[in-house]
Each structure stands twice: as C-alpha cells, then as structure tokens.
Nanobody, 133 residues
Framework: DVQLQASGGGLVQVGESLRLSCTTSGFFFDDYVIAWFRQAPGKDPEGVSCISGDEGTTSYAGSVKGRFTISSDNAKKTVYLQMNNLKPEDTAVYYC??????????????????????????RGQGTQVTVSS
C-alpha cells in the first residue's frame, strides 16, 4: 500500500519558517512524482510544489517561488518542504500526495503540479499551517 504521512505544521508569525516532512512507504520512490498541495478554508486546493522521485526535478507555484524549497531524501523516502518568510495567505492544511509518473521533465512535473497534484492517486493526512499577523 502506498502510504504518506505529513508532519511539521504549526502556528507561526509572519516572516517565520517551518519545515514540513512527508514520510512515504509502499512504493518505488523513483517512479513517482511527490507533491505538496494546500487547501485553505473555502478555497480550492492549490498545488504548491512537486518533485520527481528519480532525478529530483522540482516545480513551484508562483505564489511560493523563492520562499519555499522542496527536497527529498530518497534513502529515507522522505520529502521536505522548507517554508521561509511565511505570509498569512500561506495559512492552509498542507497535504503530501504521490502518483506514478516516471519523468524528470520540468515541463511535465510543472504541469502535473499545477493541474493535477490535488487529484494524485495517493495522499496523506494533512498538517495545519497557520501564519499569524
């Protein structure tokens, strides 16, 4: 079974940082694209960032580019999302998700992240991030 578990959320002040972790199991990491997406109350889910399991190709939503960094430790099958300079509009439940796309193409990873990541085949429970002003 594909399993993902997100952790690391919390309550922070504007400008502070958090690091989310997504621990995974049950699948061959290199064959998948791993995504972070978020959903704020009353809003549609939004793809935040993605990484390809094989070569680590990354993609970011425009709203977080330059502030968030996605990375992976393939040996630990864990994906991280370092979030710096947090803003109130980053407040949401953050989910990690995975789907089987064997690709390292930036174009494909970016499109998957923007258009499909909330519908990826597998997702973990979310972790709440609240940024207070």
């Amino acid at each position: 079974d594909v399993q993902l578990q997100a952790s690391g959320g919390g309550l922070v002040q504007v400008g502070e940082s958090l690091r989310l972790s997504c621990t995974t199991s049950g699948f061959f990491f290199d064959d998948y694209v791993i995504a972070w997406f978020r959903q704020a109350p009353g809003k549609d889910p939004e793809g935040v960032s993605c990484i390809s399991g094989d070569e680590g190709t990354t993609s970011y939503a425009g709203s977080v580019k330059g502030r968030f960094t996605i990375s992976s430790d393939n040996a630990k099958k864990t994906v991280y999302l370092q979030m710096n300079n947090l803003k109130p509009e980053d407040t949401a439940v953050y989910y990690c998700a995975a789907d089987r796309y064997y690709t390292s193409s930036y174009y494909m990873v970016h499109n998957l992240c923007n258009s499909r990541s909330p519908q990826f085949a597998s997702r973990g429970q979310g972790t709440q991030v609240t940024v207070s002003s």
